[in-house]
């Protein structure tokens, strides 16, 4: 069965300051991979997903960005981040052959 | 409109009781369709897939209808440990969008 690792569990940045979350995979190749963002007592919402190395799409969240370096590494970056940015980010899977989605544990970013 | 509604909640219900949700979806070529349980400050798990035929899995029932692009999750006799928040998914071609979520507090 699928792995997910996302680290770390907790981050308190300065606003200005940069973020690089990595999430990776075991248990499954050619995944689908995604990263999800939740505001406190809010849903979840997709940011990027990506159906394979080198390819993203976006929900066109400005100050984020991601990258798929690798089959099982799926990368989610800013330069800059704003308040806005504080929230739970959820890095998550679906296997080649499975249609599930299964999550990483997440990180609780606040910046401040 | 959302992509993805759900009753919004809370549902505050006694142990034992029977409670129902509801999700909406707007895309009429989505896919598949989950139910997840998310519990306070972790990740969303999945709690069942939701079958054209309507499905159960113990306690819980899932039914989807696609004419009226609707799915409901029933739970009978509701336990302390069903307290969570659950969240309707649906995925359209790889995209997988979430519910807000409705919020369940089973009390003793």
């Known amino acids: 069965s699928q792995t997910i690792h996302q680290w770390p569990a907790t981050l308190v940045q300065p606003v200005g300051s940069p973020l690089s979350l990595e999430c ?9 991979l995604y990263w999800y963002r939740q505001a ?23 100050n984020l960005s991601a ?10 970056s800013s330069k800059k981040l704003l ?10 899977c679906r296997g080649a052959t499975n ?10 970013l606040s910046v401040l | 409109r959302k992509e993805v509604e759900q009753d919004p909640g809370p549902f505050n219900v006694p142990e034992g009781a029977t409670v129902a949700f509801n999700c909406t979806y707007s895309n009429s070529a ?5 139910w997840y349980r998310q519990d306070c400050r972790k ?26 692009q609707y799915i409901s999750l029933l739970i009978r006799d509701s336990k302390l440990s069903d307290s969570a928040t659950y969240l ?15 919020r369940l507090t089973v009390k003793p």
């Open chain 1, 67 to 76: 990258s798929r370096p690798q089959d099982r590494q799926f990368i989610l």
């Open chain 1, 99 to 108: 249609e599930k989605l299964f999550f990483g544990s997440g990180t609780q």
């Open chain 2, 88 to 102: 309707c998914v649906v995925n359209s071609y790889n995209d997988m969008r979430f519910g807000a979520g409705t």
């Open chain 1, 24 to 32: 990776t995979v075991e248990g499954t190749s050619n995944p689908n």
């Open chain 1, 40 to 62: 406190a007592g809010r849903g979840l919402q997709l940011l990027f997903y990506s159906v394979g190395i080198g390819q993203i799409s976006s929900e066109v969240p400005q």
């Open chain 2, 30 to 34: 989505s896919q598949s369709f989950f």
């Open chain 2, 43 to 68: 990740e969303p798990k999945l709690l069942m897939s939701v079958y054209s035929s309507g499905n159960e899995d113990g306690r819980f029932t899932a039914q989807l209808n696609r004419a009226s």
């Open chain 1, 83 to 92: 308040l806005s940015d504080s929230g739970f980010y959820l890095c998550a």
